[in-house]
């Protein structure tokens, strides 16, 4: 059975991220924190939610060639 509930470091794992200020910018787009006690943990179903809410369609950009 895996974990549904993530510690921040847990979290920013899950999502590839690498640094503290990713995940803070992740939270104030609106990703849900739960806090009890001294604790802060984030869903997984959350994270898995608010990832698919904000997926966007990227256009490849077009290739600069060097003509030599």
């Known amino acids: ?8 470091k847990e979290a920013m794992s899950y999502m590839g991220f690498t640094t503290y ?20 943990r984030i ?8 990832m698919q809410a904000h997926t966007v369609q990227v256009h490849p950009s077009k290739v600069v060639t060097n003509n030599n």
């Open 1 to 8: 059975m895996s974990k549904e509930y993530l510690s921040f």
């Open 21 to 40: 200020d990713s995940l803070r910018k992740v939270i104030k787009l609106g990703l849900p924190v739960i806090k009890f006690g001294n604790s802060k």
């Open 43 to 50: 869903s997984k179903t959350a994270i898995d939610e608010f």
